[in-house]
């Protein structure tokens, strides 16, 4: 029964996420989802609605199909302790027009996993970058994010500090 429920959460939050109009539009869909949520795979269709004079995949939606899914997936691993999960900040670097759809892959690794438990059990917050690589159907790299994801827990009390 809790696989089942496992797979349920997950084909919900993926249904959630492909029709959310800010992706839908942009035509980025989320195709996998790991069963512990430490990767997720992405494809940004290139279409009519999110091409530029020439041709090309417009950066901001390259930009948004970057730019929500770590946080998600952070949620989701952390989901027992109720974290505050957001992006806090995100750099992108185009390196080649996107003539082609896109496909993006989030992977989340045991050391950041590990550094985020250590740093919330000490300082109850954290902010950890993760790097992801839009690739065309030939492969090639054309664009590089770097996301900053800020999680805080809210129930964090500081033992350490010292009140006069």
């Known amino acids: 029964m809790f696989n089942q429920s496992v797979m349920l959460r997950r084909f919900f939050l993926k249904l959630t996420l492909n029709i959310f109009p800010p992706l839908f539009f942009n035509r980025i869909y989320l195709k996998n989802i790991s069963a512990d949520y430490r990767e997720m795979n992405v ?3 290139r279409s009519f609605t999110n091409i530029n004079y020439y041709k090309s995949i417009f950066g901001g939606s390259i930009f948004s199909a970057c730019d929500p899914f770590f946080p998600i997936m952070y949620y989701h691993i952390f989901k027992e302790k109720k974290l505050i999960v957001w992006t806090k900040s995100a750099k992108i670097q185009y390196l080649s027009p ?11 690794t045991d050391e950041n996993i ?13 902010e950890i970058i993760n790097e992801v690589v839009a690739v065309d ?6 664009a590089e994010a770097k996301i900053n994801v800020y999680l805080r827990d809210p129930n964090f ?3 350490n500090s010292s009140i006069s």
């Open 98 to 108: 996107a003539k082609s759809s896109l496909k993006l892959n989030f992977k989340i």
């Open 43 to 45: 494809s940004l269709k």
């Open 137 to 142: 159907d030939k492969n090639n790299s054309c």
């Open 157 to 159: 009390i500081n033992h």
């Open 114 to 126: 590990k550094e985020i438990e250590l740093e919330l059990k000490k300082y109850g917050k954290c």
